[in-house]
């Protein structure tokens, strides 16, 4: 029981002087310089100071065939920035000094009260019960409280939901009379731009005729020798078309003809020659001329083959869907045997 | 004549060999006597006091035995947070108060008056626990380092975000802004220690050498160490500019939890989860002395900013002890929760963050736990996220920023208008020092 305080007036708690801090400072750098000196050296090199390496010394050796022979020795070079070779490691404890007084005071008497406030009851499992056995299932389901749970709904619910599903059919309602307006509104609109367009056109159509009718008169002033040439014109024409006629039918030389019979060489002048394509090479190989790997593509991309395997036919033509098509009632396949085949003989004459 | 001797030490080894090691039993009746005398010696002249006294015992020793013995005496005046130790206390030194004779006998320390606090802001912004604060030397901003893994800087007076440093790996547990440099020093779980330049706002340096989270960092104000402190056990002293490791500063059988450093000597004190707090010398890098009075684990030591001394927080008490040599001085009964955090201005208003969100202040000079706050935990977060884990005045001593469990930092103030008249200090809280004779 602590009645009363240690009386500390006594005490002189004064902070030494600046002097006195400046001297223990100095005092601990010095000390402190040695120590730091050693290790900044080891932290810079590769975790050990670099040293000096022994100079090689000579080493007189008999064999065991007693032939003398002189060997040089010398230390092996190391990396000096090669890095640690070992990782930290835990270093055992230094030694602790044990030999220290416990000065506190005895522990205190525990009170009934302090008891009672540490004791944890055991947790109570659901699958063991306190003697360890275990509980059978149906027990904890019971137990659980899985079945005796009461769904209550609330008043609330079905009316919220009813206002909910009103005013989204309100909603939709609106929505729908809307577009029905809007849509009234723009064949209105569509009719009246038809009708003004109409008009403009049969205002254009009178305007056209009138037109027409004035200059019908200046017509018939053209003189003969124009009537003449066009006439001239029109036959060259008619004579054009027939020659035109007749080579058809005699077929002259064609377009078509001639490519047929021009020569190879002539051929790939024109660019018209194709290579023909060996199926059982791979074309890529050929591009020698920008590298091996011309032809694969990027080194990520994964094709091996040029093309794909079944390139001439989609996947929908490899099969074919005899049934579907015996269905549809195709007269060239014969229809489904019901007994064995018979075989006839074949009669001698 | 040798013969004998010889004869005599065998006959002496036969009867106590058995008994070697066990400990003396002292008879109960010598421990009553002891303390009689004790208290007759005391009270000397007042032999109706130690009546009274001895009275008081019976009935707590009666108390102890039976504790549903007269339950209305047992009554918690601080939320029951202070322990029934200090509550009896209190009531005897009441007695003692009301007595005038020994009123004029006994030294007494008042009490110091200081406004109280109150909450000023609440900043959320972190995503994990808040760590640790630390406040920058212009008393512009702080910093604070989560569990987020991230450092953010902060606007003092605004409480704005100003930046996030992301860098570490694991919770952030210890931040120190430099007085003499323009860098911010972190330690994280993540074993590393963290340099940063706050011109860059880039890590520069990185202190390697730790084996287990490093819990506490610590600059020595005027040589270029960093001291960090970890959970394997060690304190390292670290050059700052090299990089290198000076010393290790082995001794300690638990995790080393906060470590103080000054000019003077001890340069370098630690506490640890094995109860013990160390004095260490710099020069040698060992041991000076162990201080081995608290009970439970110690997770903060702070150097007074005036008086040759430190302050020690355990879950028990804080202890005064006085520097160099680490001489006990005097206790501040604790409440019995474990503090995580002690922080001191300079009207000697000291404060302890708990882990269960008590936030305590004390007079210093007198040891009178003048206010207690319960932190409230913001919106979202359970009850159980009501701890503070870092206390910190800023440079002026008039703001106090907390770090919390509750991904919150809370900034204090002194409260205008709390006055002596509206918050009076009662007659039991004068300190009556023991007389020397």
């Known amino acids: ?349 | 004549m040798e013969d004998l001797v010889t004869e005599n030490l065998k006959r002496t080894y036969c009867l106590f060999a058995a008994n070697q090691g066990a400990r003396v039993k002292r008879p109960r009746d010598i421990d009553i006597l002891v303390n009689d005398t004790k208290s007759r010696s005391f009270y000397k002249g007042i032999p109706d006091v130690v009546e009274e006294v001895i009275k008081k015992r019976k009935i707590e020793e009666k108390k102890l035995e039976n504790p549903s013995y007269n339950p209305n005496t047992d009554i918690d005046s601080l939320k029951a947070l202070l322990s029934r130790r200090e509550e009896e206390s209190k009531s005897s030194q009441l007695a003692i108060f009301q007595d005038k004779h020994l009123n004029l006998r006994l030294k007494t320390i008042e009490p110091v008056w200081h406004p109280q606090w109150k909450l000023m802001r609440v900043i959320s912004g972190h995503q994990g626990w808040v760590r640790c604060i630390t406040v920058d030397p212009t008393n512009s901003w702080f910093a604070t380092g989560s569990n987020d893994r991230m450092i953010k800087i902060w606007d003092l007076a605004s409480g704005q975000l100003k930046l996030s440093l992301v860098g570490h790996i694991n919770a952030v547990r210890d931040l120190v802004a430099s007085d003499r440099h323009s860098y911010l020093f972190s330690c994280s779980e993540d074993k590393t220690i963290n340099c940063w330049d706050l011109e860059y706002n880039k890590i520069i340096r990185h202190y390697h050498g730790h084996l287990n989270g490093v819990y506490s960092l610590s600059i020595h104000p005027t040589l270029d160490l960093l001291f960090s402190t970890s959970r394997d056990c060690t304190c390292r002293v670290w050059d700052i500019r090299t990089k290198a490791q000076v010393m290790v500063l082995e001794g300690h059988t638990g995790t080393v939890w906060d470590v103080a450093s000054q000019a003077p000597e001890p340069q370098i004190i630690t506490g640890s989860a094995d109860t013990f707090i160390k004095l260490w010398d710099l020069s040698t890098g060992r041991c000076m002395n162990t201080l081995t009075r608290h009970k439970k684990a110690i997770r903060a030591v702070k150097f007074h900013h005036e008086d040759y001394a430190f302050i020690s927080a355990a879950a028990d008490n804080l202890k005064l002890w006085k520097c160099p040599e680490g001489e006990f001085l005097r206790n501040f009964p604790g409440n019995g929760s474990i503090i995580n955090d002690i922080a001191i201005n300079e009207d000697n208003v000291l404060v302890t963050g708990g882990d269960d969100g008590v936030l305590s202040f004390w007079d210093y000079s007198s040891g009178y736990n003048f206010q207690n706050i319960q932190t409230q935990v913001q919106p979202g977060s359970l009850s159980c996220e009501a701890g503070i884990f870092a206390t910190c005045f800023d440079r002026s001593g008039l703001r106090l920023i907390t770090a919390e469990c509750d991904k919150t930092i809370k900034i204090y103030k002194e409260d205008e208008n709390s006055s002596i008249s509206s918050h009076p200090i009662p007659p039991e809280a004068k300190v009556f020092i023991k007389p020397k004779y």
Request: net charge positive; charged share 40%; proline share 5%.
């Open chain 1, 1 to 349: 029981m602590e009645l009363v305080k240690k009386d500390i007036s006594g005490y002189d708690l004064t902070r030494p002087s600046l002097e006195e801090i400046a001297n223990n400072t100095a005092k601990t750098k010095q000390a402190l310089e040695q120590t730091l000196n050693g290790t900044i050296i080891a932290a810079k090199v590769g975790g050990e100071p670099l040293r000096k390496t022994q100079d090689p010394y000579y080493v007189k050796h008999t064999g065991l065939d007693g032939q003398e022979r002189i060997i040089r020795m010398h230390e092996q070079q190391t990396d000096p920035m090669e890095c640690v070779k070992f990782s930290h490691r835990r270093v055992p404890r230094g030694q602790v000094d044990d030999h220290v007084r416990i000065e506190r005071s005895p522990p205190r008497q525990i009170t009934s009260k302090d008891q009672k406030n540490w004791k944890i009851p055991p947790c109570i499992s659901n699958w063991k019960n306190s003697k360890g056995y275990t509980i059978p299932i149906e027990m904890r389901l019971s137990a659980d409280g899985r079945y005796l749970r009461d769904t209550t709904i609330s008043e609330r619910f079905p009316k919220h939901s009813e206002t909910l599903y009103q005013a989204e059919r309100n909603a939709r309602e609106e929505v729908s009379a809307r577009e029905a307006i809007q849509k009234k509104l723009a064949l209105k609109e569509s009719l009246k731009k038809e009708n003004q367009m109409r008009e403009l056109a049969a205002q254009a159509r009178a305007e056209r005729n009138s037109l027409v009718k004035n200059e019908q008169p200046k017509k018939r002033e053209r003189s003969s020798s124009v009537e003449e040439r066009e006439k001239i014109r029109f036959e060259r024409s008619r004579e054009i078309e027939r020659d035109r006629r007749i080579e058809n039918a005699g077929r002259k030389v064609q377009k078509k003809d001639r490519d047929m019979e021009r020569d190879i060489s002539e051929k790939i002048a024109l660019g018209q020659a194709q290579p023909t394509k060996s199926k059982l090479l791979d074309e890529r190989l050929f591009n020698q001329n920008e590298g091996v790997d011309a032809g694969f593509g990027s080194e990520d991309e994964y094709n091996v083959y040029d093309k794909p395997l079944f390139n001439d036919r989609s996947g929908a033509n490899i099969y074919r869907n005899i049934r579907g098509d015996r269905e549809e009632g195709d007269a060239a396949l014969p229809k489904g045997r019901s007994n064995p085949v018979q075989f006839e003989r074949v009669r001698e004459e």
